[in-house]
């Protein structure tokens, strides 16, 4: 088992930056789609997505919301932090085999132990994918905390 650990609120500096990356694999789209029930042949079907814009299939645009999610859960504040609230725009299709990076950065501490992040996604080619900023509420102390291990996930 590993263990991860936050930064609470009075240890969050505005400018501090934390990352999280994630290879996009048609394993992770299956699950997405089983998971949120979003069946749009764009992301399923090679045949129908051909004759999009995007001329592939893409990976959901929330795909990318649930890994800015890990980021901020996992890395920066991390464990104990609730979101408060999001925005994102999707600047590029996410395809299958792409491997994104999600860069947070500290923008404002407010009251009550709140904090505003950007929370940006990038393609490996450095290209944005999703411009967005959050805000959560930052847990009060620090914690390590072991992540459990996931079950095994088969589809179908």
């Known amino acids: 088992m590993s263990t991860i ?43 129908f997505a051909a004759g999009t814009l995007f001329k ?27 979101y408060l609230g999001q925005t994102m725009k999707f600047t ?6 792409d491997t994104l990076t999600v860069r947070l950065e500290i923008l404002e501490k407010l009251p009550k132990n709140r904090v505003r992040i950007a929370t940006r996604v990038f393609n490996q080619n450095d290209e944005q994918v999703v411009d967005g900023e959050a805000e959560v509420l930052a847990p009060r102390k620090q914690e390590t905390v072991e992540l459990k291990e996931l079950p095994p996930i088969t589809i179908g």
């Not at 936050?6 to 998971?35: C, R, W």
């Not at 299939?57 to 996992?74: D, E, N, P, T, W």
């Not at 590029?92 to 085999?97: A, D, E, L, Q």
Request: aromatic share 6%; hydrophobic share 40%.
């Open 5 to 47: 650990s936050n930064t609470p609120y009075a240890e969050l500096e505005v400018g501090q930056q934390a990352s999280f990356e994630k290879h996009v694999e048609e394993k992770d789209i299956q699950l997405f789609a089983a998971m949120s029930g979003d069946r749009n042949p764009v992301h399923l079907d090679a045949e």
């Open 92 to 97: 590029r299709p996410v395809k299958i085999g």
């Open 56 to 82: 592939e299939r893409i990976a959901h645009g929330m795909f990318s919301g649930a890994l800015i999610s890990a980021a901020v859960a996992c890395t920066m504040p991390g464990p104990g932090t609730i």
